[in-house]
């Protein structure tokens, strides 16, 4: 199994950006697609990102698309979400996850096997 940490969370103005960490303590990082998302209050923890173990595959929520790129640096045991362009609708608190089936996309809880504590972001208008 694998334990994982977020950071990287904080206030921002509409329009700026923040890059989240989610670093791996297992030795098995590179077996793992990992996920990004997020839950804000009062609704349902969404899909926002996934990258493939190689990490030569992505796939985007469409609310995100174009302003969030996800990336991972396996030597690091790391995965990122860079965020631009942030929106109010944004907010919420962010959670990586590592799954450890074949598929490559996977947009629900239930396709993961591991999640992170979560670490807020918060958009001001």
């Known amino acids: 199994q694998v334990q994982l940490v977020e950071s990287g969370g904080g206030l921002v103005q509409a329009g700026g950006s923040l890059r989240l960490s989610c670093a791996a303590s297992?030795?098995?990082?590179?077996?793992?697609?990992m996920g990004w998302f997020r839950q804000a209050p009062g609704k349902e923890r969404e899909f926002v990102a996934v990258?493939?173990?190689?990490?030569?595959?992505?796939y985007y929520a469409d609310s995100v698309k174009g302003r969030f790129t996800i990336s991972r640096d396996n030597a690091q045991n790391t995965v990122y979400l860079q965020m631009n362009s942030l929106k109010p609708e944004d907010t919420a608190v962010y959670y990586c996850?590592?799954?450890?089936?074949?598929?490559?996309?996977?947009?629900?809880?239930?396709?993961?096997?591991?999640w992170g504590q979560g670490t807020q972001v918060t958009v001001s208008a």
């Open positions: 990258i493939s173990r190689s990490g030569g595959n992505t």
């Open positions: 996850a590592a799954g450890t089936s074949l598929r490559y996309i996977a947009t629900i809880p239930s396709e993961y096997n591991y």
């Open positions: 297992g030795r098995s990082f590179s077996t793992y697609k």
